[in-house]
């Protein structure tokens, strides 16, 4: 099972940032990495995702969230400045691509989630 672990989370008041970290393990080929979000009551939603050429944003963090991946660590990084109180929920972490191990297997993984709090 290739595990994510994330970190970064906290409370911060709005217009501030905080910076979110996500590490793969294992002997992995990563073909994509993202974050998501669920607020309470709400559905998850993609924030960002970054691949080995492309990257992609919701519309509602675009100009404010810059995601980036530093592909020797296995580790993704959700750098989140202005936020705004509607930012609230859990983070989560996304990996998916394939494994050394067996050959070709794929894997498609979620990290446990972290807090990220917006007060106005």
């Known amino acids: 099972q290739v595990q994510l672990v994330e970190s970064g989370g906290g409370l911060v008041q709005a217009g501030g940032s905080l910076r979110l970290s996500c590490a793969a393990s294992g002997n992995i080929f990563i073909n994509a990495m993202g974050w998501y979000r669920q607020a309470p009551g709400k559905q998850r939603e993609l924030v960002a995702v970054i691949r080995r050429d492309s990257t992609n944003y919701a519309d509602s963090v675009k100009g404010r969230f810059t995601i980036s991946r530093d592909n020797a660590k296995n580790t993704v990084y959700l750098q989140m400045n202005s936020l705004k109180p509607e930012d609230t929920a859990v983070y989560y972490c996304?990996?998916?691509?394939?494994?050394?191990?067996?050959?070709?297997?794929?894997?498609?993984?979620w990290g446990q989630g972290t807090q990220v709090t917006v007060s106005s």
């Open positions: 996304n990996a998916n691509g394939k494994r050394w191990y067996p050959p070709g297997s794929e894997f498609d993984s």
